[in-house]
């Protein structure tokens, strides 16, 4: 499945148990996809052991943020096993809450969508979650994206 290119995805959630105040979680994802327009859902895979998988197994509101090609360290940071807290992550990202989700997202992204939970199939040592798309941003600034491909993140071209 290496030599399967894939756009690079932040996923977020913001953990609402303690409101506002909670913290903000986020994962590199680069198994992500369109699965329906009508009604338009989206899909992510998730690792079962992960924090993320944790917090929406009870939080249905998450977002993701389509990386461009100048954001391969924040990939990078996210998707680092024994990585500096997210809390400390979070402080260093540009960012804007998403209207809907209140989770974060990341500034000068391609795009991004909030999502809330439809679905979560557990596949092996993953959990496909589905959601329906509920906003959406398309930034005015255009680029390339972020892909991964062969264990490295590459730009197109």
């Not at 989700?101 to 795009?111: F, H, K």
Request: proline share 6%; net charge neutral.
């Amino acid at each position: 499945m290496a030599r399967l290119a894939a756009g690079v995805v932040l996923v977020t959630a913001h953990d609402a148990e303690d409101g506002p105040r909670g913290e903000d979680v986020g994962m590199t994802a680069t198994a992500f996809m369109s699965v329906s327009l009508d009604p338009p859902l989206v899909m992510v895979s998730v690792r079962n052991d992960s924090r993320m998988d944790e917090l929406l197994e009870r939080q249905p509101l998450w977002s993701v943020s389509v990386l461009a090609e100048n954001q391969r360290q924040t990939a990078g940071r996210f998707a680092m096993k024994g990585r500096l807290s997210d809390r400390l992550l979070f402080q260093e990202l540009p960012h804007e809450r998403g209207e809907v989700s209140g989770a974060p997202l990341v500034t000068g992204a391609l795009a991004a969508v909030e999502c809330r939970t439809e679905q979560r199939v557990v596949a092996g040592d993953h959990t496909l979650v589905i959601g329906r798309v509920l906003a959406t941003r398309l930034p005015p600034e255009e680029g390339g994206p972020l892909t991964y491909y062969r264990g490295r993140y590459r730009r197109l071209g």
